[in-house]
C-alpha cells in the first residue's frame, strides 16, 4: 500500500512541475517582469516546495516503511500553505467576479490552486507510514510566510507591484486595513496547520504507521547480552540492548 500510495504521490509531483511549467509559459506573455513576479507569488513558491517534497519523500516511501520527523514536519508545513494559497486565491476570484471585474483561470492555474492543494490534504490524511506530528513544529509555521512578506513588501516599494491587493498600499484605504489583512491572512494559516496537525495526532495508529493498529514487532539478534537488537512499536523504532528488547517480546 505504502509503495503505491508513493508512485501516487510521484505522480502529483511531476503533473505540479508540468502545471508551473505551463503557468510559466502562460505569465509570461504580460510582460517583461513577468518572470520576477511569478516566483513572487506566495502560491507558487508553496507549490514549489510541494512538487519537490512529493518526489522527496515519494522516494523515501519507496525505500523505507515510515517518514522521518523531519518529514512529518515539511508536510504539516507545505500542506498548510499549499490549502491556505488555494484558499486565498479562491477569495480573491469571488471578490474579481462579485466587482465585475474580469479574470481569466487557465487550465494551469487551476491545477495550482485547486488540485494540488486538495491532493495535498489528501495525501496529508491518507498516506501511510507518517507518524504523529508534533505540537512544537507549530512554531515554524509563521516563519515562512513572514520571511515572504518582508520580502515582498521591500521589493514591492522597488518595484511597483505587489502579487496580491492587500499588500498593495495603494489598494487598501489605510495602514491600519493592511495590518489587517496580514494578521488575518496569518492567523489563517496558523489555524490551518494546527487543525492538520490536531487530525494528525488522532489519526488511528494504523493510518499514520501503514501497519493495523495495536501491532507490534520485535526483533532481538540472538548471541550475547552485549548484542543489539531492534524493536519497533507502531510508527517507532529504536535500538535497544538485548536485554531491554527482551522485555518487549
Known sequence: MRRIAAVVR??????????LALHLDYSLGSGASALPNFFSYFTMQSAMAAVLLWFVSGVR?????????????????VTGYQIVSG???TVIVLEAVARGIPI????????????????????????????RPRWRSLALVPVF???????TMLRGSVVGWYPYFFLD???VESP??????????????????????????ILPPGVRSGRPAGKERSEVAPGGGDELGVV????????????EADEHR
Open 61 to 77: 516511501a519507496l525505500r523505507r516503511p515510515t517518514d522521518p520527523a523531519w518529514l512529518v514536519t515539511a508536510r504539516l508545513l
Open 87 to 89: 484558499a486565498v486565491y
Open 176 to 201: 491600519a486595513v493592511f495590518v489587517l489583512y496580514s494578521a488575518a491572512v496569518l492567523t489563517f494559516i496558523g489555524v490551518v496547520a494546527a487543525l492538520l496537525a490536531l487530525v494528525g495526532r
Open 10 to 19: 510521484l505522480a502529483a509531483g511531476v503533473v505540479g512541475l508540468a502545471a
Open 232 to 243: 519497533e512499536v507502531r510508527d517507532r523504532e529504536r535500538v535497544l540492548a538485548a536485554h
Open 145 to 151: 510566510p513572514l520571511v515572504w512578506g518582508g520580502f
Open 169 to 171: 498600499p495603494y489598494q
Open 104 to 131: 481569466q483561470v487557465p487550465v494551469s492555474s487551476q491545477v495550482l490552486h485547486y488540485w494540488l492543494p486538495a491532493y495535498a490534504l489528501v495525501d496529508w490524511l491518507a498516506f501511510p507510514g507518517r507518524g
